[in-house]
């Protein structure tokens, strides 16, 4: 099992930035995914992002153009870098992983391994 250990996470104002980051023990497979969801008080978890590993990336609309999933291979690092963050981007946020069958779509949640969570709080 792959252990993932999620930082960054804050309070922030409406329209600011933060950086999330996933510390992992590595993905050693030819086609892995990693992820980025979030769950918010009384909403179902939903998916974020996703990076496979030849750096092939989705997201979810309600993101796309303000969030940015990226890799540091060599330091076994997930980062999502979040801009114009608004209140309804306020949950908690998780990375995943999964090792092998790549990528699939950004909303499938079928992965290996799952961090305990980074909160993240954006008020108006």
């Known amino acids: 099992q792959v252990h993932l250990v999620e930082s960054g996470g804050g309070s922030v104002q409406s329209g600011g930035s933060l950086r999330l980051s996933c510390t992992t023990s590595?993905?050693?497979?030819?086609?892995?995914?990693m992820a980025w969801f979030r769950q918010a008080p009384g909403k179902e978890r939903e998916g974020v992002a996703t990076?496979?590993?030849?750096?092939?990336?989705t997201y979810a609309s309600s993101v796309r153009g303000r969030f940015t999933i990226s890799q540091d291979i060599t330091k076994n690092t997930l980062y999502l870098q979040m801009r114009s963050l608004k209140p309804e981007d306020t949950a908690m946020y998780y990375c995943?992983?999964?090792?092998?069958?790549?990528?699939?779509?950004?909303?499938?949640?079928?992965?290996?391994?799952w961090g305990q969570g980074t909160q993240v709080t954006v008020s108006s």
């Open positions: 995943a992983g999964r090792k092998r069958g790549g990528c699939i779509n950004v909303s499938d949640p079928r992965y290996d391994d």
């Open positions: 990076v496979s590993n030849s750096g092939y990336t």
């Open positions: 590595g993905y050693t497979s030819s086609n892995y995914c």
